[in-house]
């Protein structure tokens, strides 16, 4: 029985059916697998979540206690689990922390479900690793081949040299709550930054958690706590809904500055409002959805979201079968 | 070339102008030179290359890249340059440098057309996208960099530490890259002599007459003339070439022929001031007239048929080659009516010194002169002498009073820089009588004339009254009346109403008043645009 045939591509997500259960599953429902913690990926009121410890953990802080599964199992990384009639392990995916890819063996097949992944380095999370398999779940987000991200230390540099450029202005860096903030804060530590760096009230429960397990982010402060004229010349991190709305008026001239794979294309920075792209990703760019795709060496990929088109048309170049999902749900975000 | 990159990036994202101005000598500080020279020349405009045919810029990308995903691509980021400076894959690891901006315009001065792919070819593979986008962009010609010429050298002359107006009056007796005009700035050589190039002079400017000034003038020293509504330009011929400047020292005497001929044809060494207008049965006619030229860089046959240009004398710098700018205005004035009377001049008439006694005479006159191709007045002191930008107490603009109509607003959009949290750009509208009963019709769009405390009103009211989203505009319950001042009103059919406002801005938010009982199209048409 090929992996095409026990795993099911549903309304409410991608259903294994041997094991009975869903991965990242769109709507409530008795048993699912979740792949990371953000939030088109975790949603509430699932019966049994299955996933990491620092996603189950994410999914408490984020949801609630009591929306968050009404039972959770944690599965470390590599370990193996009977699940029915499939075996079902977890291996990092590197997007955010605690984010997997869903390995599923039954009868000599296998299938990974990748959720989103990255293959740029990332202080803060383990980093991908590649499985070899016959079916590849994988994101579009940015397949398109215009989307080559950058090293993100050269885009850390361009903001640090801009701080020195404007001593008398506060950098606003517009972040998603999970992972690109914390990502960000490591690399800045990364490029020898020691600063305080200041945060909106909404980034910083997160902050807290990464660092329970582990991941040292140094001198953080709430933004809202800054005595008057201590936030010129420095750094603040906002969700990106804040960065040019009322919460930054507070703030001395600032740079709105924008973390995110799309700031390479200009209009969609210039529509922002953003006067400082940085171009940071979480998500894989070309390069590495195609690498990653040929390296699993899977004879079915399946899309779920972005850029379908051009990544099927480019598999089909290496002859590899390429199939779009269209799995309506998962987030265009614009802070991706 | 990265410097040059890094700072074309940041320009085209950054709206605030100190911020610009301050990336600009951050720049012209350490870019060495002729680089420097050459991307001064870029950003203002005087940097003429043989223009690289967009063809061939896709043809390279597209030898390299599957068409398909080409495409796919390029209708996504919308921009070619763009879309190959991000696509480009490189062939192997960079062997070479960037080029510096000089050697791309060097080369594309010299390359014949069948060495340029192979030579571009090579540019992007050693270079990093941000690079390899302004090498194209360089090539294409529409830079587009979020700063003007006039910004540049502003730039320059805080580098030095003097008027931006010195740097005007020697730039267009220079060339790229420049060379002698950084000697100068820096320290290192004196003012490079313009000689018998023909510069631009910068112009003397008015300041705009409040009621209580005016009772402090004596109607003895002043002269009076009408303040047409074109463009202010600057007419100058020597030995060196003719030119035609606007305010702003931009060239655009290619756009209007017919007047670099007529001043041509006079054989004059002259400097003259004067309004540009188009000309409509004899008359001035209305901004809008000369706007349709205005749009166009050349101009077409017919355009220039259709919408004839000419100059109106207003005063005049240089005569026979000596400058008379230290003289008074009542000399000068001699000497432009001298000059008309000996030249006659095509395409040029004097303006008229209007007689008047004392100034209720004169206000009378403003108050009834209702052409749409008159601003207000002019009131010079005879004594002054013409001094570049806008000395005290010599010459004043009097407009007539703004024209006011009561709108309803419409829709509201943030605005840029410090206003990117506020809705600060306003939309608003009049009724008239549609199928289903009275119906709004936009008329125009305001982002000034309101107070601080006025624009956190609105910001406010506009969050609060949203009933629709378009992006990044807002619809708004149509409920708040707003007082509307223009200058002047225009038929217009690139808006759905058939009118456009000239100079439009928020007089007073009229909370007090009913949105029912705002303005009708029909009676504003009847009342501004009769004629």
Known sequence: MKATEWLVPRAEGLYCAPGDFFIDPLVPVPRAVITHGHADHARPDHGAVLATEETL????????????????????????????????????????????????????????????????????????????????VTEATFALPVFRHPDPLREIDKLLRDVKLFPDRTHVVGCYALGKCQRLIALLRQAGYDGPVWLHGALRPLCG??????????????????????????????????????????????????????????QRAKSRGVELPLIISDHADWDALLTTCREVGAEDIWVTHGREDALIHALAGFGIRGRALRLIGYEEDETA | MRLFSALLE??????????????LRAYFAEAPDPDRGYALAAIAGTLVLPAARRSLIRDIATARVDPVLFELSYDYVGDLAETVALIWPVREAAVEEPPSVSLVVETLRAATKS????????WLDASAPSV???????????????????LAKTALAEIAGIAPDEIEEIWHGLEPPYRPLFDWIEGRESRPDPAGAPVFRPPMLAHPLEDADLAALDPEDWRAEWKWDGIRVQLVRTAGGVRLYSRTAENIGAAFPEILDALDATGEAVALDGELLVLRDGEAAPFAELQQRLNRK???????????????????????????????????????????????????????????????????????AR????????????????????????????????????????????????????????????????????????????????????????????????????GPVREVEKALVLEIAFDAAQRSTRHKSGIALRFPRIARIRADKPAHEADGLDAFVKAYLAH
């Open chain 1, 57 to 136: 953990a994410i999914m408490r802080l984020r949801l609630g206690e009591d929306r968050a599964g009404a039972t959770q199992q944690p599965l470390r990384y590599g370990e193996e689990l009977t699940v029915g009639g499939v075996r079902l392990r977890l291996e990092p995916a590197g997007h955010v922390l605690g984010s997997a890819q869903a390995v599923m063996e039954r009868a000599g097949t296998r299938a990974v479900v990748s959720g989103d992944y990255k293959r740029a380095p990332d202080p803060t999370c383990r980093a991908f690793a590649p499985v070899p398999c016959d079916l590849f």
């Open chain 1, 209 to 266: 958690l990464y660092e329970r397990f582990g991941v040292a982010l140094g001198d953080l402060r709430p933004a809202t706590e800054a005595a008057k004229g201590e936030l010129c010349g420095g750094i603040v991190l906002a969700p990106p809904g804040a960065i040019a709305d009322r919460w930054a008026r507070r703030l001395a001239d600032p740079v709105v500055c924008l973390a995110s794979g799309w700031m390479q294309v200009r």
């Open chain 2, 10 to 23: 940041r320009l085209a994202f950054t709206p605030a102008r100190t911020v610009k101005l301050a990336l």
């Open chain 2, 115 to 122: 060495e340029m792919p192979g030579i571009v070819e090579r």
């Open chain 2, 132 to 150: 390899r986008y302004a090498i194209l962009k360089l090539m294409t010609g529409g830079l587009r960099v979020g700063a003007s010429g006039r």
């Open chain 2, 298 to 368: 050349t101009p077409t046959g017919a355009m220039m048929a259709r919408f004839p240009a000419f100059v109106r004398l207003y005063d005049i710098l240089f005569d026979n080659g000596e400058d008379v700018r230290g003289l008074a205005f009542d000399v000068r004035r001699k000497r432009l009516e001298a000059w008309v009377e000996r030249v006659r001049p095509e395409r040029m008439d004097l303006s008229r010194l209007i007689p008047f006694a004392d100034f209720s005479e004169l206000a009378a006159l403003r108050e009834a």
């Open chain 2, 371 to 470: 052409a749409a191709s008159i601003e207000g007045l002019m009131l010079k002191r005879g004594a002054s002498a013409y001094l570049p930008g806008r000395p005290r107490g010599m010459w004043w603009k009097w407009k007539r009073a703004p024209l006011t109509v009561d709108a309803v607003l419409m829709y509201a959009q943030r605005g840029h820089g410090k206003r990117s949290s506020y809705y600060s750009d306003f939309t608003f509208g009049l009724w008239r009588e549609g199928e289903d009963g009275p119906e709004l019709v936009p008329i125009g769009k305001a982002y000034f004339g309101f107070t601080d405390e006025e624009l956190r009103f609105l910001d406010r009211w506009v969050r609060h009254h949203t009933i629709g989203r378009f």
